[in-house]
């Protein structure tokens, strides 16, 4: 299947699975406000999803700028996909047990995302807590955690929906895009999430090896948000200030991060013929872009369990095989 079927076919699933579910005005709580381009194509993705909705947003907010509002009970909450549900980026979880305690009377819509944990007595612990809730929804996004969370997380709703990215505005991804070169990428993830024993003997040699930009060095964007932050962190138990100082850094956050590293990710990735990877959102940007891909897994193997429910039929998509990679 080429990619344009294909990502058509995946829009297709989202609309099916969660425009039900989205009937009236909505939030978003957990909007990225960091370095990571993937989770701000996932972002970009709601963002143009959200547009396809009959509802108002009420207000996009992130976890240092949310001030927990009082919501009436048929605005529905939604937070940001990813690969952030369980322990290994504990802070994202912690967060989103705090929005399920303090909303019992809303409907609770968490995007896809991808699940891990190392720790058995905190899948008990979170468990517990989300099936207190009667109105919570968990999109996961590829097969092993919708079979985790089917197991694991009994009193919730759990629906399988591919990654929000694919969401993203064709027009976004036309505005940037550029022809191919003969140039050739190995994205190597440099967080806890890699693979340390991954090996591709003389991959200097034949591909360029990078990172996110964004996380090579830092952006320029995301340094004059930090002060904005700061502020509205600063200022949170403050009445009279807080609704400012977080509005003001919602709003600069959302021209900063969402539209310059969307446009940042996609100007990035555009130029190259191949790319081998090991970040999940450098094969779905590929996709997008109807490129070549091959993937290496990542710690929590959620590269191969997203191709494997996804994309096994999609064109010059597959797994890197190699005789040296452990």
Known sequence: MDSQTKIAELRSVISNQLTPLITGDYVLMDAPNYRNIGDVLIWEGIHDFCK????????????TTSLFP????????????????????????????????????????????????????????????????????????????????TEHFKGCNILSVPDMAFFIHPDTLTKYRRDNTSRKLYLRRLDKELVADTVIPDIGKRYEIRDWPSIEKQDKGLALLQPFLSMAYRTRHIRLLRRLTAYMADTVTDRLVRKRLVKKGIKFLSPYSEIITTRLHALILGVLLGKPVKIIDNKTGKLNSFLDTWLTDTDNISKYENSQQK
């Open 52 to 63: 396809t909705l009959p509802g108002r947003n009420l207000g996009t907010s992130n976890i």
């Open 70 to 149: 009082e919501l009436s009970p048929d605005v529905t909450i939604l937070l940001t996909g990813g690969g952030n549900f369980g322990d290994l980026w504990r802070l994202f979880q912690e967060f989103r047990l705090k929005v399920i305690k303090r909303y019992p009377r809303n409907r609770i819509v968490m995007m896809p995302q991808s699940v891990w944990y190392e720790n058995p007595e905190l899948i008990k612990e979170d468990s517990q807590i989300f099936a207190q809730h009667p109105d919570l929804y968990l999109c996961a996004r590829d097969r092993y955690s919708y079979e985790f969370l």
